[in-house]
Nanobody, 122 residues
Framework: QVQLEESGGGSVQSGGSLSVSCAAS????????MGWFRQAPGNERRWVAT???????TYADSVKGRFTISRDNAKNTLYLQMNSLKPEDTAMYVC????????????????WGQGTQVTVSS
């Protein structure tokens, strides 16, 4: 059974930092492309960052330079370090796994977690 379980969300003031994690099980984690998405209330889900199985990363312009995606294939865990947080970063953060890629872009996301809430106050 495939499971993606996020943790580490919480509340922080603007300018602060937070790290979220995603523990994966039930599939070949190291063979998959991984990504973080976020969804704020009333908004559609938006892509945040992705990392290929060999560690190549891509970021949405809105988080570039502030967020860092990483993975530990030995621990089957995905991370997102978030610095210089802004109120507009407030959202449910969801991790996902994709079996396919085109260059450094992950595609065809197949497995999804339930998410962890991040709230940034001004």
């Amino acid at each position: 059974q495939v499971q993606l379980e996020e943790s580490g969300g919480g509340s922080v003031q603007s300018g602060g930092s937070l790290s979220v994690s995603c523990a994966a099980s039930g599939y070949s984690y190291s063979a998959y492309c991984m990504g973080w998405f976020r969804q704020a209330p009333g908004n559609e889900r938006r892509w945040v960052a992705t990392i290929t199985r060999d560690g190549s990363t891509t970021y949405a312009d809105s988080v570039k330079g502030r967020f860092t995606i990483s993975r530990d294939n030995a621990k089957n865990t995905l991370y997102l370090q978030m610095n210089s947080l802004k109120p507009e970063d407030t959202a449910m953060y969801v991790c996902a796994a994709a079996p396919s890629r085109t260059g450094n872009w992950c595609r065809d996301f197949q497995y999804w977690g339930q998410g962890t809430q991040v709230t940034v106050s001004s």
